[in-house]
């Protein structure tokens, strides 16, 4: 069992950043995929960006390049998403995900894809 726990979010004004962190529990993450996800109001949960195991490499949603930087810290077991240039289309509920099945070298980037999830955190961006 791996407990995800998010926190960092709250309110913005647009063109602002936050981070949100994502803390593991129960089993330590150093070799599982890691992925943020979010869901607006109203909207279906959509993909925002991924890391493989060791921070290697990564991948972002064409809407947060350049303005996300998602990262991990293996020995504190948490992994992390800096978001800058915040705009209102960014309110979301943030979510982190752990793939701990099998997995390659590579990252996910499709919510089936994962096997724990965070309860979320709140990112609200005010114009």
């Known amino acids: 069992q791996v407990q995800l726990e998010e926190s960092g979010g709250g309110l913005v004004q647009a063109g602002g950043s936050l981070s949100v962190s994502c803390a593991a529990s129960g089993r330590t993450i150093p070799t599982y995929p890691m992925g943020w996800f979010r869901q607006a109001r109203g909207k279906a949960r959509e993909f925002v960006a991924a890391?493989?195991?060791?921070?290697?490499?990564?991948y972002y949603a064409d809407f947060v390049k350049d303005r996300f930087t998602i990262s991990r810290d293996n020995a504190k077991n948490t992994v992390y998403l800096q978001m800058n240039s915040l705009k209102p289309e960014d309110t979301a509920v943030y979510y982190c995900?752990?793939?701990?099945?099998?997995?390659?070298?590579?990252?996910?980037?499709?919510?089936?894809?994962?096997?724990?999830w965070g309860q979320g955190t709140q990112v609200t961006v005010s114009s």
């Open positions: 995900a752990a793939r701990t099945r099998e997995s390659a070298n590579t990252i996910y980037t499709s919510g089936e894809d994962y096997d724990y």
């Open positions: 890391i493989n195991w060791n921070g290697g490499r990564t």
